[in-house]
């Protein structure tokens, strides 16, 4: 090779001289990329999507519940509800099983300057939930309101996160925000339709004592009207009415006594 080509080849060299980045250093330019590109979608998220109440609602998220089927998980996707950690304390009014006092209308003072939360877990797991580490000064339990919700549907006081949250609100004074919440679920109005003269009552009570009187005064009468319908005179039976169908007949009434006494007994303040 001649001493021409040799000095090109040098010169044509020092032209392409250029520097290679290395598989890590691209990862982290592509990974900065990305991260810049993330936050201002999500800054431009916040914006569009601003917090629709005047106070915060949270949960404590156990995930004892089917992700497709939890209230909850449901209400954080609309925004709607922020998640809280296990021993993060919370300083508004919290629903949980483990409440020793009723929602009353005196908490919306409480609601409306800390909010409200709730501890999403499975009613069937009660007794392995870590209560103890549900940071809260207002714990509280709803009083008797019958579940609307498609896996509860008619069970008294088993209510799901919206549930509890709406009619918390409602009995707090805040019927807008607590319909609101309902109006995300297909069955949110049945809760209403079911719960409308409970909760309408509840709203009016001045303490603790008048809403436990509600509540009493209701189960008394429902079980009233319950012995009343059993307590009905049996007409004779026909000539074509065979031992079976009487049979059946009576069959039917210890069932319907069974469920009134199991739906009752499982009732709770």
Request: proline share 5%; charged share 35%; hydrophobic share 35%.
């Amino acid at each position: 090779m001649s001493g021409r080509r040799k000095k090109n080849k040098s010169k044509l060299l020092q032209r392409r001289h250029r520097h290679v980045l290395g598989k890590e250093q691209r990862y982290h330019q592509s990974r900065d990329r990305e991260s810049d590109e993330s936050s201002e979608e999500n800054d431009k998220t916040e914006s569009a999507n601003e917090w629709p109440l005047p106070f915060p609602v949270a949960m404590w998220d156990l995930e004892h519940c089917d992700p497709k089927k939890c209230t909850g998980r449901k209400l954080m996707r609309q925004g709607l509800i922020k998640l809280l950690r296990l021993g993060t304390r919370f300083q508004g009014l919290c629903l949980t099983p483990k409440g020793s006092k009723c929602v009353t209308p005196l908490d919306r003072e409480i609601v409306q300057k800390y909010g409200c939360a709730v501890v999403d877990c499975s009613w069937s797991r009660i007794d392995d939930t870590p209560f103890h580490k549900v940071k809260t000064a207002h714990p509280r339990i709803l009083p008797f309101l019958v579940a609307a919700n498609p896996v509860n549907f008619g069970r008294p006081c088993e209510l799901s996160c919206v549930e509890a949250i709406a009619a918390t609100l409602i009995i707090t004074g805040f019927t807008d925000e607590a319909k609101l919440y309902l109006e995300k679920f297909r069955w949110g109005h049945s809760f209403l339709k079911l719960n409308d003269e409970l909760l309408e009552k509840y709203a009016r009570c001045a303490n603790i004592e008048e809403v436990i009187a509600v509540q009493d005064k209701f189960l008394e009468d429902a079980w009233k009207e319950k012995i009343n319908r059993l307590a009905l005179p049996v007409f004779p039976q026909s000539d074509t009415s065979s031992e079976e169908e009487e049979k059946e007949e009576k069959d039917k009434d210890k069932n319907i006594v069974s469920e009134i006494t199991e739906n009752l007994d499982s009732a709770k303040v």
